[in-house]
């Protein structure tokens, strides 16, 4: 049963006296706390703040925004952050142990949501490929954790399948904004697009986090945190390898001094994570549904509503030349595809 919403208006969490003053009156923390507060930067969806409360405990706090922060419009419901904060409860149950923050609270009527803060020093693991770090490591880790939430999910497709069988948000912030909307700017993807999204609606074999990129990883301690499940659902483990692929490809074709050693560990994060994965029933059909979806949201990246800031436009129109070549001529294996969209790009 949904929870029914206040009619207490809306705060604005980035307002320090504001969030401090809500925090206080809902007796979050004690009245005579001494906050330090900071917006944290970078994400489109939510306003996202940092919270200390001068004792050690620090949490991160987020609210989901009606109107996405892109250039486009791109609206989605707020109550998706209650969506996240189950996903969170969840995954921390099928994720390999500390690899995600802890919850801490969430409110219905704010649309808020709040969990610990991943203590200092970390880096977001985005930010440290752009400046050329490329630890295999950190590569084998992101294929065990996905592997591992995909097998252990799978296990538990009863209760699971029940949790998350809302897929709104993954249709209006993914399927729509990187696959329709881009096949709407390139109508020679039409067919594919059109052909991939009923088979990812289809598909219902596993929990999906549906944003599982290096963006909303950090690294502390060298071991990988995961963030942000606001589209986490029940649905096609292929979609996650392939939003995640084309992350790491567009990073390979932006820094073309280290192609090599990216497409290296790109390789090893797959095996590592069908090492992870284990034999399942559905194994056998991922491996093209992965290469379909890579190629995908490679063009997503450049033509859809959220693009890569890296990529200069003749780089975007390259790779946009490169996918529409390799989905006429589709590779079925993986490795396979890997190695062609390197020599493209080389």
Not at 36 to 58: K, P, Q
Not at 234 to 263: C, M, Q, T, V, W
Request: hydrophobic content about 40%.
């Amino acid at each position: 049963m949904e929870k029914p919403e206040s009619l207490e208006p809306r705060i604005d969490i980035e307002n320090p006296a504001i969030l401090e003053a809500y925090l206080k009156r809902t007796k979050r923390v004690n009245p005579d706390e001494v906050l330090a507060i900071r917006t944290l930067a970078g994400g489109v969806s939510n306003r996202t703040v940092w919270v200390d409360m001068g004792s050690g405990e620090s949490w991160v706090i987020k609210q989901a925004l009606e109107k996405l922060r892109v250039p486009t419009d791109w609206f989605s419901d707020p109550a998706r952050i209650h969506l996240e904060a189950e996903g969170l409860r969840w995954l921390s149950q099928l994720a390999p142990e500390g690899s995600l923050p802890e919850f801490v609270f969430e409110d219905h009527s704010q649309h808020i949501f709040a969990m610990s803060a991943i203590p200092q020093p970390h880096e977001n693991w985005k930010t440290m490929l752009l400046r050329g770090i490329v630890d295999l490591n950190h590569f084998s880790q992101f294929g065990i954790l996905l592997g591992m939430i995909h097998r252990k999910a799978s296990l538990r497709c009863q209760d699971l399948s029940i949790h998350f069988h809302n897929r709104s948000f993954f249709d209006s912030l993914r399927l729509e904004p990187f696959y329709i909307y881009t096949a709407q700017q390139i109508p020679e993807m039409k067919s594919f697009i059109s052909d991939l999204v009923a088979q990812t609606w289809a598909t219902q074999v596993t929990l999906v986090h549906g944003d599982y990129s290096p963006k909303n990883i950090l690294v502390y301690q060298d071991r990988l945190i995961l963030l942000d499940h606001e589209v986490v659902h029940y649905g096609d483990p292929a979609f996650d390898l392939g939003f995640s692929l084309a992350h790491l490809l567009s990073k390979a074709h932006h820094l073309r001094h280290l192609s090599e050693n990216l497409i290296e560990a790109v390789l090893l994060y797959w095996r590592s994570y069908l090492a992870s994965l284990g034999e399942l029933t559905w194994r056998d059909t991922l491996e093209e549904r992965a290469i379909r979806h890579t190629l995908a949201c490679l063009l997503a990246r450049v033509a859809g509503r959220s693009q890569v800031e890296y990529l200069t436009e003749t780089k975007k129109k390259k790779q946009r030349t490169i996918c529409l070549n390799l989905m006429a001529n589709l590779p079925t294996v993986f490795e396979d595809f890997v190695h062609q969209f390197h020599q493209e790009i080389s």
